[in-house]
Protein backbone atom coordinates (compact mmCIF):
# COMPACT_ATOMS: atom_id res chain seq x y z
CA UNK A 1 0.00 0.00 0.00
CA UNK A 2 1.56 3.49 -0.67
CA UNK A 3 2.11 5.79 2.47
CA UNK A 4 0.42 8.16 1.91
CA UNK A 5 -2.48 6.23 1.20
CA UNK A 6 -1.38 3.96 4.85
CA UNK A 7 -1.51 7.58 6.75
CA UNK A 8 -4.47 8.67 5.51
CA UNK A 9 -6.35 4.57 7.10
CA UNK A 10 -4.20 5.35 9.86
CA UNK A 11 -5.15 9.39 10.61
CA UNK A 12 -9.11 7.77 10.12
CA UNK A 13 -8.16 4.81 13.06
CA UNK A 14 -7.26 7.12 15.13
CA UNK A 15 -10.30 9.43 14.99
CA UNK A 16 -12.55 6.75 15.27
CA UNK A 17 -10.68 4.85 18.47
CA UNK A 18 -9.31 7.95 20.51
CA UNK A 19 -5.32 6.16 19.46
CA UNK A 20 -3.41 3.99 17.43
CA UNK A 21 -0.75 1.01 18.57
CA UNK A 22 2.46 0.38 16.72
CA UNK A 23 2.43 -3.24 16.63
CA UNK A 24 -1.39 -3.70 16.13
CA UNK A 25 -0.84 -1.78 13.06
CA UNK A 26 2.10 -3.17 11.81
CA UNK A 27 0.08 -6.61 12.18
CA UNK A 28 -2.81 -4.88 10.11
CA UNK A 29 -0.84 -4.01 7.62
CA UNK A 30 1.74 -6.62 6.88
CA UNK A 31 4.78 -4.02 7.62
CA UNK A 32 7.50 -3.37 10.22
CA UNK A 33 7.27 -2.03 13.29
CA UNK A 34 9.85 0.48 11.69
CA UNK A 35 7.54 1.39 8.88
CA UNK A 36 4.68 2.32 11.22
CA UNK A 37 7.01 4.42 13.64
CA UNK A 38 8.16 6.19 10.64
CA UNK A 39 4.40 6.64 9.14
CA UNK A 40 3.52 8.04 12.77
CA UNK A 41 6.42 10.07 12.67
CA UNK A 42 5.71 11.78 9.36
CA UNK A 43 1.90 12.40 10.91
CA UNK A 44 3.19 13.87 14.24
CA UNK A 45 5.22 16.36 12.23
CA UNK A 46 2.36 17.49 10.30
CA UNK A 47 0.54 18.05 13.52
CA UNK A 48 -1.94 15.38 13.05
CA UNK A 49 -1.32 13.04 15.44
CA UNK A 50 0.59 12.65 18.97
CA UNK A 51 2.96 9.97 19.69
CA UNK A 52 2.86 8.38 23.12
CA UNK A 53 4.37 5.50 24.24
CA UNK A 54 3.73 2.47 21.71
CA UNK A 55 1.69 4.46 19.67
CA UNK A 56 0.19 7.25 18.80
CA UNK A 57 -3.05 9.90 19.69
CA UNK A 58 -4.97 12.40 17.94
CA UNK A 59 -3.08 15.52 18.28
CA UNK A 60 -4.15 18.49 21.30
CA UNK A 61 -2.41 20.79 23.28
CA UNK A 62 -3.41 24.33 23.15
CA UNK A 63 -5.16 24.45 19.59
CA UNK A 64 -8.51 22.62 19.33
CA UNK A 65 -8.61 19.98 16.26
CA UNK A 66 -10.25 20.79 13.46
CA UNK A 67 -14.69 20.66 13.57
CA UNK A 68 -14.77 18.41 10.55
CA UNK A 69 -11.94 15.90 12.63
CA UNK A 70 -14.28 16.43 15.68
CA UNK A 71 -17.18 15.39 13.92
CA UNK A 72 -15.74 12.11 12.84
CA UNK A 73 -14.16 10.88 16.06
CA UNK A 74 -16.18 8.55 17.90
CA UNK A 75 -19.80 8.98 16.25
CA UNK A 76 -20.98 5.75 17.83
CA UNK A 77 -19.80 6.55 21.81
CA UNK A 78 -21.28 10.41 21.21
CA UNK A 79 -24.44 8.58 20.09
CA UNK A 80 -24.69 6.43 22.65
CA UNK A 81 -23.44 9.57 25.55
CA UNK A 82 -26.67 10.80 23.74
CA UNK A 83 -29.50 8.90 23.94
CA UNK A 84 -29.17 8.06 27.39
CA UNK A 85 -28.45 12.01 28.55
CA UNK A 86 -31.88 12.33 26.27
CA UNK A 87 -33.77 9.79 28.58
CA UNK A 88 -32.90 11.92 31.15
CA UNK A 89 -34.59 15.00 30.23
CA UNK A 90 -38.00 14.76 30.36
CA UNK A 91 -40.63 16.45 27.89
CA UNK A 92 -41.58 20.36 28.50
CA UNK A 93 -38.25 20.86 30.24
CA UNK A 94 -36.43 24.22 29.68
CA UNK A 95 -32.82 23.17 28.59
CA UNK A 96 -29.18 25.29 27.25
CA UNK A 97 -27.13 22.91 24.77
CA UNK A 98 -23.40 24.51 24.34
CA UNK A 99 -21.09 24.13 21.59
CA UNK A 100 -19.70 21.01 20.79
CA UNK A 101 -20.17 17.52 18.71
CA UNK A 102 -21.79 15.82 20.95
CA UNK A 103 -24.17 18.32 22.31
CA UNK A 104 -25.35 18.24 18.72
CA UNK A 105 -25.99 14.63 19.15
CA UNK A 106 -27.75 14.98 22.14
CA UNK A 107 -29.88 17.57 19.83
CA UNK A 108 -30.44 14.80 17.44
CA UNK A 109 -31.63 12.26 20.35
CA UNK A 110 -34.37 15.03 22.00
CA UNK A 111 -36.29 15.12 17.68
CA UNK A 112 -39.11 13.10 19.95
CA UNK A 113 -39.17 14.94 22.81
CA UNK A 114 -41.94 17.68 22.84
CA UNK A 115 -42.86 20.84 24.22
CA UNK A 116 -39.15 21.70 24.78
CA UNK A 117 -37.30 24.89 25.53
CA UNK A 118 -34.42 25.14 23.95
CA UNK A 119 -31.64 27.93 24.46
CA UNK A 120 -28.25 27.41 22.43
CA UNK A 121 -25.27 28.84 21.33
CA UNK A 122 -24.72 26.55 18.37
CA UNK A 123 -26.21 27.41 15.42
CA UNK A 124 -26.05 23.50 14.07
CA UNK A 125 -27.93 22.46 17.19
CA UNK A 126 -30.51 25.17 15.97
CA UNK A 127 -30.53 23.33 12.63
CA UNK A 128 -30.94 19.64 14.09
CA UNK A 129 -33.74 20.58 16.03
CA UNK A 130 -35.68 22.87 13.57
CA UNK A 131 -36.75 19.33 12.57
CA UNK A 132 -38.58 19.09 16.15
CA UNK A 133 -42.02 21.02 15.79
CA UNK A 134 -42.82 21.35 19.10
CA UNK A 135 -39.58 22.82 20.22
CA UNK A 136 -39.22 25.81 20.73
CA UNK A 137 -35.96 26.93 19.60
CA UNK A 138 -33.87 30.34 20.75
CA UNK A 139 -30.06 31.09 19.37
CA UNK A 140 -27.99 33.25 21.72
CA UNK A 141 -26.62 36.34 20.15
CA UNK A 142 -22.78 36.78 19.92
CA UNK A 143 -19.72 36.46 18.03
CA UNK A 144 -20.09 33.79 15.17
CA UNK A 145 -17.29 31.12 15.00
CA UNK A 146 -16.95 30.25 11.76
CA UNK A 147 -14.78 27.08 11.87
CA UNK A 148 -18.03 25.70 14.01
CA UNK A 149 -21.09 27.73 13.92
CA UNK A 150 -20.51 28.54 17.56
CA UNK A 151 -21.93 32.42 19.19
CA UNK A 152 -19.54 32.82 21.74
CA UNK A 153 -18.59 36.44 23.63
CA UNK A 154 -20.03 38.33 26.56
CA UNK A 155 -22.95 38.80 24.34
CA UNK A 156 -24.01 35.38 24.37
CA UNK A 157 -23.26 35.08 27.92
CA UNK A 158 -25.18 37.90 28.91
CA UNK A 159 -28.52 36.36 27.35
CA UNK A 160 -27.83 33.18 28.24
CA UNK A 161 -27.92 34.67 32.27
CA UNK A 162 -31.25 35.80 31.62
CA UNK A 163 -32.82 32.49 32.22
CA UNK A 164 -33.47 29.88 34.59
CA UNK A 165 -32.75 26.51 32.84
CA UNK A 166 -34.09 23.05 34.14
CA UNK A 167 -31.28 21.60 32.88
CA UNK A 168 -27.75 22.24 30.89
CA UNK A 169 -26.14 19.49 28.56
CA UNK A 170 -22.70 20.99 28.49
CA UNK A 171 -19.67 19.25 26.50
CA UNK A 172 -16.02 20.52 26.62
CA UNK A 173 -12.83 19.84 24.92
CA UNK A 174 -10.93 17.89 27.55
CA UNK A 175 -11.40 16.84 31.49
CA UNK A 176 -8.14 16.14 33.76
CA UNK A 177 -7.33 13.48 35.95
CA UNK A 178 -8.93 15.92 38.74
CA UNK A 179 -12.00 16.46 37.25
CA UNK A 180 -11.85 19.72 35.59
CA UNK A 181 -13.66 20.55 32.68
CA UNK A 182 -11.48 22.51 29.76
CA UNK A 183 -11.25 24.45 26.89
CA UNK A 184 -9.47 26.27 24.36
CA UNK A 185 -11.58 29.57 24.13
CA UNK A 186 -12.11 31.93 26.57
CA UNK A 187 -15.24 33.43 24.90
CA UNK A 188 -16.84 29.93 24.83
CA UNK A 189 -15.44 29.25 28.29
CA UNK A 190 -17.51 32.78 29.39
CA UNK A 191 -20.95 31.09 27.87
CA UNK A 192 -20.68 27.41 29.47
CA UNK A 193 -19.55 28.90 32.91
CA UNK A 194 -23.07 31.11 33.15
CA UNK A 195 -24.97 28.53 31.57
CA UNK A 196 -23.73 26.11 34.84
CA UNK A 197 -24.77 29.80 37.08
CA UNK A 198 -28.14 29.44 35.78
CA UNK A 199 -29.48 26.01 36.01
CA UNK A 200 -30.98 23.94 38.07
CA UNK A 201 -29.76 21.00 37.26
CA UNK A 202 -25.73 20.27 34.82
CA UNK A 203 -25.13 17.58 32.48
CA UNK A 204 -21.87 17.14 30.95
CA UNK A 205 -21.46 14.68 27.76
CA UNK A 206 -17.74 13.40 27.00
CA UNK A 207 -16.61 10.28 24.96
CA UNK A 208 -13.51 8.40 26.38
CA UNK A 209 -10.87 10.83 23.98
CA UNK A 210 -11.65 13.67 26.32
CA UNK A 211 -9.90 12.24 29.12
CA UNK A 212 -6.64 11.28 27.13
CA UNK A 213 -6.65 15.33 25.91
CA UNK A 214 -5.62 18.50 26.96
CA UNK A 215 -6.46 21.92 27.17
CA UNK A 216 -5.72 25.38 28.74
CA UNK A 217 -8.89 27.20 30.14
CA UNK A 218 -10.68 25.97 33.05
CA UNK A 219 -14.97 25.89 32.95
CA UNK A 220 -15.38 24.29 36.08
CA UNK A 221 -15.34 21.31 37.71
CA UNK A 222 -17.03 18.12 37.85
CA UNK A 223 -18.22 18.57 41.24
CA UNK A 224 -20.00 21.68 39.78
CA UNK A 225 -22.38 18.96 37.84
CA UNK A 226 -25.33 16.19 38.49
CA UNK A 227 -24.31 13.73 36.12
CA UNK A 228 -21.34 13.15 33.75
CA UNK A 229 -22.47 10.46 30.51
CA UNK A 230 -19.87 8.87 29.20
CA UNK A 231 -18.81 5.75 27.10
CA UNK A 232 -16.18 3.68 28.91
CA UNK A 233 -15.06 3.29 32.78
CA UNK A 234 -13.40 6.61 34.74
CA UNK A 235 -10.16 5.77 35.79
CA UNK A 236 -10.74 4.76 39.64
CA UNK A 237 -9.63 7.95 41.39
CA UNK A 238 -11.91 10.17 39.31
CA UNK A 239 -14.46 7.63 40.08
CA UNK A 240 -14.24 7.92 43.75
CA UNK A 241 -14.20 12.03 43.48
CA UNK A 242 -17.32 11.90 41.58
CA UNK A 243 -18.79 10.01 44.22
CA UNK A 244 -17.59 11.93 46.95
CA UNK A 245 -19.01 15.28 44.97
CA UNK A 246 -22.22 12.98 44.37
CA UNK A 247 -21.90 13.32 40.59
CA UNK A 248 -23.73 10.75 39.01
CA UNK A 249 -21.64 8.96 36.41
CA UNK A 250 -23.87 7.42 33.54
CA UNK A 251 -22.71 5.35 30.68
CA UNK A 252 -23.97 5.41 27.13
CA UNK A 253 -26.31 2.54 26.37
Known amino acids: MVSNFRQKEILDLARADGKVTVDGLAKRYDVTVQTIRRDLADLAASGRLERVHGGAVI ?91 GLVGMLAAEMVGQFKFDLSVLGCSAIDADGDLLDFDEQEVLVSRRAIDRSRQVMIVADHDKFRRKAPLTIASLADADALFTDQPLDAPLQARCAQWGTRVIPGA
Not at 94 to 122: K, P, Q, Y
Open 59 to 149: ASGVVNIEYAERQQLNADGKARIARACAQAIPNGASVFLNIGTTTEAVARALLDHENLLVVTNNTNIASILAANRSCEIILTGGVLRRADG
